[in-house]
């Protein structure tokens, strides 16, 4: 799978010159380069770039981290720290991904649940395959 594949359609974006305190909930991906303080929610994915600064509660579907993060973060499928990330805080998610040069401080856990539920799904599709 590519990049522009994890990524699909960015529908939000805060700006490097950008800081934001609050809450941000969104659909498709959403993408910041800026400085963020706050709590954000969704179902889908959210990428920090690299001038990226985020100190959060996190719950998403996935989470792509080139920039800075504080917090927890929860995830129902991956979380992947290229190598000029750094993440500082809790993280939760079936697929932690840590590209060598990156930093991760703090503690992980597997959630076993999602993990089940996608092999569940993944036989229930192969039975209806055959």
């Known amino acids: 799978m590519n990049k522009s594949e994890v990524f699909g359609k960015v529908s939000g974006f805060i700006d ?5 305190i609050g809450d941000i909930r969104f659909n498709d991906s959403f993408r910041i380069d800026g400085k963020f303080k706050g709590k954000i929610l ?3 994915t959210l990428i920090i770039g690299e001038n990226g600064d985020v100190e959060a509660d996190i719950e998403v579907r996935s989470v792509s981290i080139n920039g800075k993060v504080k917090g927890s973060i929860n995830t129902k499928d991956r979380v992947e720290i290229f190598s ?3 993440v500082t805080g809790k993280i939760i998610a079936p697929k932690l991904i840590i590209e060598e040069g990156a930093f991760f401080q703090g503690t992980s856990q597997m959630e076993l649940k999602v993990l089940e539920e996608n092999n569940e799904t993944e036989i229930e599709e192969e039975k209806s395959f055959s």
Do not use: Y
């Not at 490097?16 to 934001?20: A, L, M, R, S, V």
């Open 16 to 20: 490097k010159d950008t800081e934001i």
């Open 42 to 44: 969704s179902g889908n």
């Open 84 to 86: 000029k990330g750094r």
